[in-house]
């Protein structure tokens, strides 16, 4: 038998399971809420952004010349829409409640890291593609009404410079920044820590 003293100790050194919990959950949601902040701000920009090419095109089409031009900025006022629509249906950091498991929340928070990445790197389908693909029918028919090869090139140029700068911020730049951040946050939790 073990004598009173050393059983009280070993009592009393055991920590408390789920005030640790509580307080890894706490910090783990600490250190998510910046990078929740940067999306959610990510997301009000573009929105607005898609809104506001979605307003001009619109303007732009009604006033075209040519139908070649009015398909190139309906076309671009559709894709503001589609931007804002899209972002907003696959983007959202979304909330890890902790009200499961240990390991349940872990998969949850590093969920919203990935759905991230993953929307990252199909930007260039559902983001800059459409962009390109109006930028050209633009460029185009703006060749079309005037028969300027120095126009043609100049906004397809411009188009194509804008969708290579898209593709450089979402891929290059922005899909090692948030596995970074999952890194991070994986490396918190544990490799595989079980509640």
Same mark, same amino acid.
């Given at each position: 038998?073990?004598?009173?003293?050393?059983?009280?100790? /070993? #009592?009393?050194?055991?920590? *408390?399971?789920? +005030?640790?919990?509580?307080?890894? &959950?706490? @910090?783990?949601? =600490? $250190?998510?809420?910046?990078?929740?902040?940067?999306?959610?701000?990510?997301?009000?920009?573009?929105?607005?952004?898609?809104?506001?090419?979605?307003?001009?095109?619109?303007?732009?089409?009604?006033?075209?010349?040519?139908?070649?031009?009015?398909?190139?900025?309906?076309?671009?006022?559709?894709?503001?829409?589609?931007?804002?629509?899209? /972002? #907003?249906?696959?983007?959202? *950091?979304?909330? +890890?409640?902790?009200?499961?498991? &240990?390991? @349940?929340?872990? =998969? $949850?928070?590093?969920?919203?890291?990935?759905?991230?990445?993953?929307?990252?790197?199909?930007?260039?389908?559902?983001?800059?593609?459409?962009?390109?693909?109006?930028?050209?029918?633009?460029?185009?028919?703006?060749?079309?009404?005037?028969?300027?090869?120095?126009?043609?090139?100049?906004?397809?140029?411009?188009?194509?410079?804008?969708? /290579?700068?898209?593709?450089?911020?979402?891929?290059?730049?922005?899909?090692?920044?948030?596995?970074?951040?999952?890194?991070?946050?994986?490396?918190?939790?544990?490799?595989?820590?079980?509640?």
């Amino acid at each position: 038998m073990t004598p009173p003293d050393e059983l009280s100790n /070993l #009592w009393q050194s055991i920590p *408390p399971q789920p +005030a640790d919990l509580q307080a890894l &959950l706490r @910090e783990v949601e =600490r $250190r998510a809420s910046s990078f929740d902040r940067t999306i959610r701000r990510r997301d009000w920009r573009e929105s607005i952004a898609g809104f506001a090419v979605a307003v001009l095109f619109t303007w732009l089409g009604l006033r075209a010349r040519t139908p070649l031009g009015r398909v190139a900025d309906f076309w671009l006022a559709a894709y503001g829409l589609w931007v804002v629509f899209y /972002l #907003w249906r696959n983007s959202g *950091p979304g909330e +890890a409640a902790p009200d499961g498991t &240990l390991a @349940e929340y872990r =998969r $949850r928070v590093i969920e919203r890291y990935e759905r991230q990445i993953r929307l990252l790197r199909q930007a260039k389908y559902w983001y800059i593609l459409p962009l390109w693909i109006g930028g050209m029918l633009s460029a185009y028919a703006a060749f079309a009404q005037t028969r300027s090869f120095v126009l043609l090139i100049t906004q397809a140029s411009a188009f194509t410079a804008t969708g /290579l700068l898209l593709w450089w911020v979402n891929q290059a730049k922005g899909v090692p920044y948030v596995q970074n951040k999952q890194r991070d946050i994986m490396e918190f939790f544990g490799s595989e820590r079980e509640s």
